[in-house]
């Protein structure tokens, strides 16, 4: 069983940051592809950033490519997302996802085995 918990997010400024944690048990943290997906009120839940297994190769939605900055620890089976110049539409319900990994990386085509409970993340203008 592979549990994921997010951490970090809250209120914050535009312009402000915010770093996410999501925290993973288990033993098998450095062989799942990893992802950061958003979910604002009334519409579909979105990838913001994915990373595979290995740290080698990323990918970032438009939205939030040059302003956010996944990350992994795979020693402290953790994955991070560093949030900088935040804009309101960046408010969301942010969640972090984790899948075995594949032999060719497809971060969007992913279906994911297991996904956090969540953090809100809102930014005021």
């Known amino acids: 069983q592979v549990q994921l918990v997010e951490s970090g997010g809250g209120l914050v400024q535009a312009g402000g940051s915010l770093r996410l944690s999501c925290a993973a048990s288990g033993r098998s943290f450095s062989t799942f592809d990893m992802g950061w997906f958003r979910q604002a009120p009334g519409k579909e839940r979105d990838i913001v950033a994915a990373m595979r297994y290995n740290g080698i190769t990323s990918y970032y939605a438009d939205s939030v490519k040059g302003r956010f900055t996944i990350s992994r620890d795979n020693a402290k089976n953790t994955l991070y997302l560093q949030m900088n110049s935040l804009k309101p539409e960046d408010t969301a319900v942010y969640y972090c996802?984790?899948?075995?990994?594949?032999?060719?990386?497809?971060?969007?085509?992913?279906?994911?085995?297991?996904w956090g409970q969540g953090t809100q993340v809102t930014v005021s203008s």
């Open positions: 996802a984790a899948t075995y990994t594949r032999g060719t990386y497809n971060p969007v085509s992913n279906v994911y085995d297991y």
